[in-house]
T-cell receptor
């Protein structure tokens, strides 16, 4: 009964590079959420996706950030041309198709931009 | 903005009950109270949620006042591993939208 999986757990990038963060939801879950936690701050919602659809991206920066949740495979959060301010912990959560709203979180990816 | 108010920090002796309060005076009739915790550098962990009745599971109990304007999360026998930031979140029932995290309560369990 695996929980939400995220990889990599730690990612180091230099300014200007791309970062790709992956999230595999719990078995049977088709809703995925991404949250960001800046150092010493609370979690902030970024984007909510269902399979092949972005439902709410109101918390995601308009530039350089994108997210997808394809029919097959994990959800991907992509950050292009990373800057030092992107250094943070990125958490993914998932919930069931049936409308059960409890979100279960993964262990997170710690992104460090040098 | 979070619709809840929690004390920034609390201490609890190991083995004692930890009672974490949360005020949600503007809660609507269809909004649930959720509790999560975040142990240092880990992902948030779901604890419990409720609408108006008290709830209990293997982790904790949730006591919601009759007017639903406040609630208390109870960890019956706190251990050192319960040291974490505890978040109280109100959210409409059936909603698939995002969670709004406030600053939470930093619970320190001391030996």
């Amino acid at each position: 009964n695996a929980g939400v999986m995220q990889n990599p757990r730690h990612l180091v990038r230099r300014r200007g590079q791309e970062a790709r963060l992956r999230c595999s939801p719990m078995k049977g879950h088709s809703h995925v959420y991404w949250y960001r936690q800046l150092p010493e701050e609370g979690l902030k919602f970024m984007v909510y996706l269902q399979k092949e659809n972005i439902i709410d991206e109101s918390g995601m920066p308009k530039e350089r950030f994108s997210a997808e949740f394809p029919k097959e495979g994990p959800s991907i959060l992509r950050i292009q041309q990373v800057v030092r301010g992107d250094s943070a912990a990125y958490f993914c959560a998932s919930s069931e198709l049936s409308g059960e709203e409890t979100q279960y979180f993964g262990p997170g990816t710690r992104l460090l931009v040098l | 903005d979070a619709k809840t108010t929690q004390p920034p920090s609390m201490d609890c002796a190991e083995g004692r009950a930890a009672n974490l309060p949360c005020n949600h005076s503007t809660i609507s009739g269809n909004e649930y109270v959720y509790w999560y915790r975040q142990i240092h550098s880990q992902g948030p962990q779901y604890i419990i949620h409720g609408l108006k009745n008290n709830e209990t599971n293997e982790m904790a109990s949730l006591i919601i006042t009759e007017d639903r304007k406040s609630s208390t999360l109870i960890l019956p026998h706190a251990t050192l591993r319960d040291t974490a930031v505890y978040y109280c979140i109100v959210r409409p029932g059936g909603s698939q939208g995002n969670l709004i995290f406030g600053k939470g309560t930093k619970l320190s369990v001391k030996p």
